[in-house]
């Protein structure tokens, strides 16, 4: 008699266990995916300065960043020693990736569609000229700013020569807190780095004065 009513029991509690499960609808996946964006298309009056520079094939990279950004959860700088990784919001593709498509995008708009090849090439193609860098931060940080630090060169390849040197700190505030804006901000201040090397080349390797 206790035997049946402790299998009595035990149904009863099952049934209710799997009615109480399939009152529960599934858990949607809370993470959001982003992207850098190049910058919009510059203005014509600078394509002049450009037509030289767009005979040239220039090559990017490598470009090196640190372990802490080579992830897939995006990171935010909260104080000086201490980052803040996001399990939601992420990179829809490696950083570096991304980082290096939007900067040969940019520079092909700013220097008049001039030929670009990404590291590594070939050994039957030569560019001309070869941007490496290493980034040191990229990231939004919590006082509601963007922030990149990189270190870059420009060399000449026809005799592995540096011809630039240069550390590159740029910041620039969002004025929203929101992942939306940050990553919008980022996407700025990679084209402010853009037009920094465009300017470089063109000093380089556009027409001379006189």
């Known amino acids: 008699m206790h035997s049946l009513k402790h299998i009595v029991i035990f149904f ?106 990404r590291y590594p090439w070939q050994t039957s193609q030569r560019p001309v000229c070869q941007i490496e860098m290493e980034v040191l931060r990229f990231a939004p940080n919590t006082q509601q700013e963007v922030e990149l630090v990189a270190g870059w060169a420009l060399i000449d390849m026809t005799n592995k020569t540096p011809l630039v040197f240069k550390e590159s700190r740029i910041t620039r505030p969002t004025g929203i807190k929101s992942m939306e804006a940050s990553v919008a901000g980022l996407s700025e201040i990679l084209g402010a780095l853009s037009r920094e090397i465009a300017d470089a080349i063109l000093a380089s390797f556009g027409p001379k004065e006189g």
């Open 12 to 117: 009863g509690l099952a049934c209710l266990s799997v009615s109480g499960c399939m009152n529960f609808s599934p858990m949607s996946d809370p993470s959001r995916f982003f992207t850098l964006m190049p910058s919009p298309q510059p203005e014509q009056s600078r394509a002049r300065d450009t037509n030289e520079v767009a005979r040239l094939l220039i090559g990017i990279g490598p470009i090196r960043f640190p372990a802490y950004l080579d992830r897939e959860q995006i990171v935010t700088r909260a104080t000086q020693n201490r980052l803040n990784i996001s399990e939601n919001d992420r990179w829809a593709e490696p950083l570096e990736e991304n980082f290096t498509r939007v900067l040969s995008q940019n520079l092909g708009m700013l220097l008049g569609g001039v030929r670009i090849i």
